[in-house]
Nanobody, 118 residues
Framework: QVRVVESGGGLVQPGGTLRLSCIAS?????????MGWHRQAPGGQRELVAY?????STDYADPVKARFTIFRDEKTSYLQMNSLRPDDTGVYYC?????????????WGQGTQVTVSS
């Protein structure tokens, strides 16, 4: 079992910055294949924001390209968010695709709230 915990959310003014962190941990050895961030706006569906693959390649949703950057350091993923807009408001969830033994699946965190408002 892999535990995923996010941190770094909060209230920020439009044009501001935030950095989210996500730490994956477990009581047994696990291998991470990719980590990413999704967000769910109020009344909306959960959608992909950014993802970093095992080889370091990244994918971004069109609305966040050139503003958000995802990077990873071993079992920690970061989402640097610049030039934040009110429509970036939502709960941000970290996902970790990992394998323990022969079992590979996505592990999700509980989410961290990001509110962009003046």
């Amino acid at each position: 079992q892999v535990r995923v915990v996010e941190s770094g959310g909060g209230l920020v003014q439009p044009g501001g910055t935030l950095r989210l962190s996500c730490i994956a941990s477990g009581s047994e050895f696990f291998r991470i294949y990719g980590m990413g961030w999704h967000r769910q706006a109020p009344g909306g569906q959960r959608e992909l924001v950014a993802y970093i693959n095992q080889d370091g390649s990244t994918d971004y949703a069109d609305p966040v390209k050139a503003r958000f950057t995802i990077f990873r350091d071993e079992k920690t993923s970061y989402l640097q968010m610049n030039s934040l807009r009110p429509d970036d408001t939502g709960v941000y969830y970290c996902v970790c695709n990992a394998r323990t033994g022969d079992f590979r699946t996505d592990y999700w965190g509980q989410g961290t709230q990001v509110t962009v408002s003046s």
